[in-house]
């Protein structure tokens, strides 16, 4: 079992930035693939990043990618997902996700997920 915990959401206004933190616990943090997801209201949850257990490889949604960047650190168990140059439609729930397998993480069959942060864009 892994247990996630986000954190870092919060209310931004447009341009601002954001870190967000998904703490893991349980089995062995390294042996997994991360990634972060988002729902807006009224919309399916979709990807934003992964990255591989070793964090040499990342992958990010077309809509995020050169303003968002995924990063972990497996001495601390955490994986981070940084936010610049925030959107109003970035604004959604953000949850935290791991799975040993990267195919099944990156179309959102992982295994584990947190139980997500809200982030709220202004314009």
């Known amino acids: 079992q892994v247990q996630l915990v986000e954190s870092g959401g919060g209310l931004v206004q447009a341009g601002d930035s954001l870190r967000l933190s998904c703490a893991a616990s349980g089995r062995s943090f390294s042996a997994y693939h991360m990634g972060w997801f988002r729902q807006a209201p009224g919309k399916g949850r979709e990807f934003v990043a992964a990255?591989?257990?070793?964090?040499?490889?990342?992958y990010y949604a077309d809509s995020v990618k050169g303003r968002f960047t995924i990063s972990r650190d497996n001495a601390k168990n955490t994986v981070y997902l940084r936010m610049n140059s925030l959107k109003p439609e970035d604004t959604a729930v953000y949850y935290c996700?791991?799975?040993?397998?990267?195919?099944?993480?990156?179309?959102?069959?992982?295994?584990?997920w947190g139980q997500g942060t809200q982030v709220t864009v202004s314009s």
């Open positions: 996700a791991a799975d040993v397998n990267l195919s099944r993480l990156q179309v959102g069959h992982n295994e584990y």
């Open positions: 990255i591989r257990w070793s964090g040499t490889i990342t």
